[in-house]
């Protein structure tokens, strides 16, 4: 398996591909070729781990023993055997992908990428330490330190936007353990931190600095790889309940910023999963659900703080892997694309190309009352608890007509990871301290606090720096220093 740059460059392995991060020129990897031949039905009825390792196969074929990454990354880390599991929940089913160690479905890819990489570290015979830099808009920042804390040849910084987490996501941050591990936090939105993040790629670091650049964010294809499994997993377990027949097709909601986690899903489609249709939820910064409307792409608007701060983005880095994809692979038009919305702030795309893309992705949004709705709605009515995120995507499936074919809702976070609005919108006054918070859930709902959850409020603070978008360079500058 090869894998080309959105913007034109040479092919790499998969190994360099995730080593790299980014490509060279700024675009992003994607495959030259897709699996062809790929019977996605044989997946039907293997566990977790077996089903990975099929899929980790087809699309990193350059890696020595998968099957044996796959276990060191899966076992043991997720508090239920089946790792995602799916729930039905009324007429529609719900996907958990908030089983793992940090309660959000970031968990699923970066329990394997920390394993991905050092494997891939061996077989390039790698040098120089890399240097990890993420942006994240909450969750990633998390799973990311949790993934790679103190793995041998690696350090990672993160970046998340000042005031833009959760007290939850901001606290699991702060508190990190790990010696090779460094959290700061932005001032702005989770875009201006995204944006100096890759400037810091394009510039690189200062000749003879020791150190590599790479990324864990979903711009990283060995983030995108381990994503596709959970489709296949959700589809298996309809067929295996009885829900539906092997090769009957099927509806994904998925709630999407950065548009990572539903671009997995096309790529589950794209080697034959039997996926109609991949709906695009967004919350008050609906610049995803615009676009796929209009096909204009325009970031200039007012951003919103929301009750769903993992989508509260106005640029979403995968949307440049679908345009390549869906738009002839033309890395020309891609790159054009791009440099309008950094220099403009918007692009539009040909109409053959908007129609291609609504073949495949209805789109809607919902703002924090629809949520909130949607939240005390399916508690009262089915007694099952979402978060702000899932909620979102519920309410977008609701508001769509009736497909005739089941509805899988992408579950990404714990609803504990944000309690205040979710007891807001069950018609609790919050209580002041946010760690409180949990215990009050806990209490009026009967459900229990996640066990990496339940000790935070005593977790002490590790990192507190507060950097501005302009000083990102030298502050990463700074952390390298001495390595070589």
């Known amino acids: 398996m090869q894998y080309t740059s959105t913007r034109g460059r040479e092919s790499v392995r998969s190994t360099q ?49 998968i099957p044996a990454l796959v276990s060191r990354a899966y076992r043991n880390k997720f508090d239920c055997a089946d790792i995602t599991p799916l729930k039905k929940v009324g007429k529609r089913y719900v996907l958990e992908l908030f089983h793992g160690p940090t309660c959000a479905f970031k968990d699923v890819a970066l329990s394997a ?59 699991q941050m702060t508190s990190q353990a790990g010696k090779n591990v460094c959290v700061a936090a932005v ?68 709630p999407t910023g950065n548009f990572g986690d539903i671009l997995a899903g096309y790529f589950a489609k794209r080697i034959g999963l039997p996926v109609e249709k991949l709906i695009c939820a967004s919350n008050a910064n609906h610049v995803l659900t615009d676009f796929f409307r209009t096909g204009v792409y325009d970031r200039n608007r007012p951003f919103y703080k929301t009750t769903s701060p993992s989508m509260d983005i106005l640029i979403s880095s995968n949307l440049e892997r679908l345009l390549y ?100 919108a069950l018609g609790q006054k919050a209580a002041d301290d946010p760690f409180d918070l949990m215990g009050q859930l806990s209490s009026f709902t009967g459900t229990p606090v996640p066990k990496p959850l339940a000790s935070l409020k005593t977790a002490p603070v590790r990192f507190s720096d507060v950097v501005g978008r302009e000083n990102l360079y030298e502050y990463v500058v700074s952390l390298t220093e001495g390595n070589d």
């Open 187 to 254: 001032k702005g939105n989770f875009d201006d931190a995204q944006s100096a993040v890759k400037e810091i790629f394009a510039k690189g670091l200062p000749d003879g600095s020791g150190t590599v650049l790479s990324s864990a964010n979903s711009i990283n294809i060995g983030r995108l790889v381990p994503q596709i499994v959970y489709y296949f997993k959700a589809y298996s377990d309809l067929v295996m309940s009885g829900e539906i027949a092997a090769g009957d097709p099927v509806d994904f909601t998925v």
């Open 113 to 171: 990428l920390p394993v991905l990489m050092t494997a891939a570290m061996r077989q390039e015979g790698a040098a120089k330490e890399i240097m990890i830099l993420t942006a994240t808009s909450g969750d990633t920042g998390k799973a990311a330190m949790e993934g790679f804390k103190d793995v041998p040849g690696i350090r990672i910084t993160v970046f998340y936007p000042a005031g833009g987490v959760s007290p939850v996501q901001e606290k």
């Open 17 to 65: 591909a995730i080593l790299n991060g980014l490509a060279p020129d700024g675009g992003l990897y994607v495959p030259c070729v897709f699996p062809e031949g790929f019977d996605s039905l044989s997946l039907i009825g293997l566990p977790f781990e077996e089903m990975a390792a099929r899929i980790f196969t087809l699309f990193l074929d350059d890696f020595d023993g």
């Open 325 to 424: 994809l869906l738009g002839g692979e033309d890395p020309a038009q891609v790159k054009a694309l791009m440099e309008s919305l950094k220099k403009d702030g918007s692009f539009a795309v040909p109409p053959a190309l908007l129609r291609r893309l609504q073949e495949t992705f209805p789109a809607g949004f919902a703002d924090d009352a629809a949520a909130a709705g949607a939240i005390r709605a399916v508690w009262e009515k089915h007694g099952y608890l979402m978060d702000p995120h899932t909620a979102v995507a519920w309410s977008v499936a609701e508001s769509l007509p009736d497909p005739g074919r089941p509805s899988v809702i992408l579950s990404t976070a714990s609803p504990y990871k944000f309690p205040a609005a979710v007891l807001e």
